[in-house]
């Protein structure tokens, strides 16, 4: 499947599961609701340390209840794909199933961007103190050079390992391997992928600027607390849809590439 092939999947399930898509936007309303005591601090306005620490507290709680939903929508995502069909109810199974997998990805993830991470940064502030401009820029294009090599070689790939994980029934690490055999065999499919993302990015980006224009001229004309609350819940809305597309866009080419392999090593054999 091409890559406007995956994405026009991505529409086309997102479309026919509005459950789902439901679903997200609740979860994106309630976020946001919970999230007004911390963004709600008047500028220049000094934060006490226990709205910090609050904040803190929240962004932790929501990014571990992101990573359930995140299964749970994988799950039905790859069942309305491969399967036509997918069960609401089953949101809460899956998501209790890759749990612990996903949480482990994105720590392991992370803790892979900090060492690239510090290294870059050992790189420029060891030629720092030597005051040399022309070695300081030479270390400086040498570490961004790394950058785009390591995202390249690596980080682009990563993107698949969540579906791996889902679709392939693999651990942390298999996923990642997993991941980087099918991104980069051959290594095309890299420049495929960061072309999948870039396109999704300009789509969310188009329909959230028209979108929010719409709602910007509608809300000009109402109370500022309630022109608040309808740019929250269209935001949510926004986001609850393009989140199934993006992840059935993802889906569609994981799968899409799966298969030619798999055709591949049958001819093979």
């Known amino acids: 499947m091409e890559i406007f092939g995956s994405i026009s999947k991505g529409f086309n399930v997102a479309t026919k599961s509005m459950g789902l898509v ?9 976020g946001s609701i919970a999230s007004l005591p911390f963004a709600t601090v008047a500028p220049g ?48 199974q899956y998501g ?20 690239v991470a510090l290294v870059a940064g050992l790189l420029i502030a060891i030629t720092a103190p030597l005051n040399n401009p022309v ?65 999704l990015v300009i789509i969310a980006l188009i329909v959230g600027f028209v979108i929010g224009f719409v709602v910007g001229l509608i809300t000009a004309f109402v109370p500022a607390a309630l022109g608040r609350s309808i740019m929250m819940v ?16 993802f889906m569609a080419f994981y799968l899409s590439v799966g298969k030619k392999e798999a055709v591949v090593a049958k001819k093979v054999f």
């Not at 006490?48 to 939903?69: K, R």
Request: with cysteine; net charge positive; glycine share 8%.
């Open 22 to 30: 439901i679903a997200l936007f609740v979860f994106n309303l309630l």
């Open 45 to 92: 306005a000094t934060v006490s340390p226990g709205l910090t620490a609050g904040a803190l507290i929240f962004s932790i709680l929501f990014i571990l209840i992101s990573i359930f939903i995140q299964g749970g929508t994988l799950g039905l995502v790859r069942d309305v794909i491969k399967e036509g069909k997918m069960k609401l109810a089953s949101l809460a």
């Open 96 to 115: 209790m199933k890759y749990y612990l997998r996903l949480l482990g990805l994105g720590v392991l993830i992370v803790l892979i961007i900090a060492v």
């Open 135 to 199: 070695i300081t820029t030479i270390a400086v294009i040498i570490a961004i050079a790394i950058t785009i090599a390591i995202g390249l070689l690596f980080f682009i790939p990563f993107t698949l390992a969540p579906y791996a994980i889902v679709c392939d029934e693999v651990g942390v690490v298999d996923s990642l391997k997993k991941a980087l055999d099918t991104a980069r065999k051959p290594f095309v499919r890299v420049f495929m992928l960061l072309a999948l993302i870039i396109l």
């Open 234 to 249: 269209v935001t949510s809305a926004i986001n609850g849809y393009l989140g199934v597309v993006i992840t059935a866009s």
